[in-house]
């Protein structure tokens, strides 16, 4: 290939190959990448489950409790779905962190055995690890500078 051609084909990578060339460009990169998409598919999952009690009127749970699944139905899946994507990523693992601090301590203060609150304290890691190291947005390289003649 001659210097056009790979000027060409670097100026018309998309944003995501961009994204994704950067996002392995280290193990510590990748490892994050993919704690990212567990993480936030997980979230997405679990807050989609919940979309189920949007048509019933909550029998049997106690009001508070019933309108903080709703309202989790709605905010775990968004989050879930920006820390896939890699945007605001930080503010999402802070989130999940708040969310995942507020089911531990309703399980362990109701002396929940381990095996009820092991996910939830794994999740409350990962949310850590996401909010301390992970970039708060992907951002796609920039291609290199041109070197020689400016065009016009």
């Known amino acids: ?9 670097r100026l018309h990578m998309t944003s ?3 994204s994704l060339r950067e996002l392995t460009a280290s193990p510590k990169d990748t490892a994050i990448f993919l704690l990212r998409a567990a993480v ?3 979230f997405l999952y679990h807050g989609s489950q919940k979309w189920i009690l949007w ?3 909550g029998e049997g749970i106690p ?7 709703l309202a989790l139905s709605i905010i775990e899946p968004i989050a879930g779905i920006l820390t896939i994507a890699g945007i605001a990523v930080q503010r999402a693992a802070l989130v999940f962190i708040l969310i995942m601090a507020s089911a531990l301590t309703l399980k362990v203060t109701t002396n929940q055995p381990f095996e009820s609150w092991e996910l939830d304290f794994l999740l409350l890691a990962a949310s850590l690890v ?3 190291f992970a970039p708060n947005s992907v951002k796609a ?3 290199p500078a041109s070197r020689g003649k400016k065009r016009r």
């Open 130 to 132: 996401l909010f301390a």
């Open 1 to 9: 290939m001659d210097a056009r051609r790979v000027r060409e084909y």
């Open 55 to 57: 048509g019933s009127e």
């Open 63 to 69: 009001r508070p409790l019933f309108f903080t699944i």
């Open 141 to 143: 390289r920039k291609p």
């Open 16 to 18: 995501l190959q961009r």
């Open 40 to 42: 936030g598919a997980i």
